[in-house]
């Protein structure tokens, strides 16, 4: 099997989606989002799983990597529609918190290029929610980060799926071809 093989390149994908889950899961335990956290720990897992099925040319770890695939994506989209405000969801609920706490995106407050020394002190106090506000001069709305979070692990897991796919009926001709 050569370096550019559907295996090497799902390995690549895995170790890809790990890091860049790690990443997230390092963001959302920071802004205390309980549902983002739980996805993201499942999937990590579900990923070790299928680098493992990967390596060890385990089929079952690679399906069970593909189904949790399919649940991964449907998860990014909903939390997409959720920040864009799609579908009659709305980024200011509190499902991602699972209603236990009132915390959000830590991206909200520490977005980049976000910059909250321009309020006056006594603007502060003739304002019943302060946090309404949103015009700090940030480059990029926290909600877009969001968005782009999603996006990048939608991508990353697209392509895993379809190496997925090919692995797995790689593995099942290998094993058919030992049967003979």
Same mark, same amino acid.
């Given at each position: 099997?050569?370096?550019?093989?559907?295996?090497?390149?799902?390995?690549?994908?895995?170790?890809?989606?790990?890091? /860049?889950?790690?990443? =997230?899961?390092?963001?959302?335990? *920071?802004?205390?989002? $309980?549902?983002? @956290?739980? +996805?993201?720990?499942?999937?990590?897992?579900?990923?070790?799983?299928?680098?493992?099925? /990967?390596?060890?040319? =385990?089929?079952?770890?690679?399906? *069970?990597?593909?189904? $949790?695939?399919? @649940?991964? +994506?449907?998860?990014?989209?909903?939390?997409?529609?959720?920040?864009?405000?799609?579908?009659?969801?709305?980024?200011?609920?509190?499902?991602?918190? *699972?209603?236990?706490?009132?915390?959000?995106?830590?991206?909200?407050?520490?977005?980049?290029?976000?910059?909250?020394?321009?309020?006056?002190?006594?603007?502060?106090?003739?304002?019943?929610?302060?946090? *309404?506000?949103?015009?700090?001069?940030?480059?990029?709305?926290?909600?877009?980060?969001?968005?782009?979070?999603?996006?990048?692990?939608?991508?990353?897991?697209?392509?895993?799926?379809?190496?997925?796919?090919?692995?797995?009926?790689?593995?099942?001709?290998?094993?058919?071809?030992?049967?003979?």
């Amino acid at each position: 099997m050569g370096c550019c093989s559907g295996r090497c390149t799902l390995i690549f994908i895995c170790t890809l989606q790990l890091i /860049t889950a790690l990443e =997230r899961q390092a963001f959302d335990f *920071l802004g205390y989002q $309980w549902a983002p @956290i739980t +996805v993201n720990f499942l999937h990590i897992i579900m990923v070790i799983l299928g680098l493992f099925g /990967t390596i060890q040319y =385990r089929a079952r770890y690679v399906v *069970l990597y593909l189904v $949790w695939t399919l @649940i991964w +994506v449907a998860w990014n989209v909903f939390v997409s529609c959720l920040y864009l405000d799609l579908g009659g969801l709305s980024m200011e609920s509190d499902l991602l918190s *699972l209603g236990v706490s009132s915390h959000r995106s830590w991206w909200k407050d520490n977005g980049p290029g976000c910059d909250d020394r321009d309020f006056p002190t006594n603007r502060w106090q003739s304002l019943e929610s302060p946090e *309404l506000i949103s015009a700090r001069g940030c480059w990029l709305e926290y909600q877009y980060i969001e968005v782009l979070h999603c996006t990048v692990q939608l991508i990353i897991s697209l392509l895993g799926f379809v190496y997925a796919c090919y692995v797995v009926t790689t593995f099942s001709v290998e094993e058919g071809s030992y049967c003979k």
